[in-house]
């Protein structure tokens, strides 16, 4: 559908649930570099805090700047982002968790790059930040984290490409992935789900035809200490598991078919959950256990042993040796 003369050539969209600490901050990195061909567009998911009292103060300090929605019920950050890309106007959608924040010259070098290429995703690199807001010391290493695991500042058209590189930096959120309205409107998020991001990776790369990467940190990705996997419980790690089966099976259905590469990469990311869920599973919840196993059984039919002895033929030693020591404690290595 073609979009009207005066329509953005970005909208930035942000989700609001019991974010009034950091809202302000996250809404003054837009405004501060926002260009007049630029939307912010907000939405309250029945926010129980003060937080859109904060973005109407904003709202009055910038008339016209700051467009709302509101759902009547809170429904959870996919039907919230589902909503917020229905509601857009820009030719370019980029999500926003609203305790982050756009680093100076975000929008500024993604313009760069969309005038100069017009690709249909771009990815871009992060910096981390204590909860507080300031980064991380490059001394920790942690000054800055790339979005992307293939070559620094690659694109183009390559489809298998985008997805090895994405695999293999294993970051997948959706706020370092600005892509055109129409491919992140056919990737929809998953409704009443944890781990969603990871769901709508192979929708939206199926959807692209040329992409980019911009090695520099666009992002500033607030640590808080009430994360997602700090915080793990048997739902949520069924929700992982759902959203890791909706990516194998997406990646591996991508039209023209995928290479070896990004096979083994996808093998790899699939492993190192696996991994990461034997680390986190009750010991005596043997119902989800049983469930992790079936997974795997599905995702390696060979059986994971014999994708260990490959990496140690390939060299990949302790991949093998860290893959195999946590899944063999947990009697999951088969």
């Not at 109407?56 to 709302?68: N, V, Y």
């Not at 100069?116 to 000054?143: I, K, S």
């Amino acid at each position: 559908m073609p979009q009207p003369a005066d329509a953005p050539w970005l909208s930035v969209l942000v989700p609001v649930y019991n974010v009034e600490r950091y809202v302000r901050a996250c809404l003054d990195s837009v405004l501060g570099q926002a260009d007049a061909g630029v939307e912010l567009l907000v939405l309250d998911d029945a926010s129980p805090d003060a937080a859109m009292a904060v973005v109407a103060d904003l709202q009055r300090a910038h008339p016209g700047r700051i467009r709302t929605l509101a759902h009547a019920r809170n429904r959870g950050l996919s039907a919230a982002r589902n909503s917020l890309a229905e509601a857009a106007r820009g030719r370019y959608l980029w999500f926003l968790d609203s305790d982050d924040v756009l680093l100076p010259g975000a929008i500024a070098g993604l313009r760069e790059v969309v005038e100069r290429e017009a690709p249909d995703l771009v990815l871009c690199d992060f910096r981390l930040l204590r909860e507080h807001g300031t980064p991380y010391g490059p001394l920790r290493g942690r000054a800055r984290r790339p979005g992307f695991g293939g070559r620094a500042g690659d694109g183009g058209s390559d489809h298998d490409a985008l997805l090895t590189g994405l695999l293999e930096g294993r970051q997948l959120h959706a706020w370092s992935k600005i892509a055109v309205r129409e491919a992140w409107q056919a990737a929809r998020f998953p409704e009443g789900r944890y781990f969603e991001d990871m769901a709508v990776v192979a929708p939206l790369c199926a959807r692209v035809a040329r992409w980019r990467h911009v090695p520099r940190p666009w992002v500033g990705y607030r640590q808080r200490g009430d994360s997602i996997m700090a915080r793990m419980t048997p739902d949520k790690s069924r929700d992982l598991l759902a959203s890791l089966r909706e990516l194998h099976a997406g990646v591996l259905a991508s039209p023209g078919g995928v290479s070896a590469d990004t096979r083994r990469a996808l093998e790899y990311f699939c492993m190192r959950t696996f991994a990461a869920l034997a680390r986190k599973v009750p010991r005596d919840d043997d119902a989800l256990a049983r469930e992790c196993v079936a997974e795997i059984a599905r995702v390696f039919p060979g059986g994971l042993r014999a994708v260990l002895a490959e990496y140690r033929a390939r060299g990949w030693w302790l991949r093998a040796w860290r893959a195999g020591r946590t899944l063999g404690r947990r009697g999951w290595l088969r």
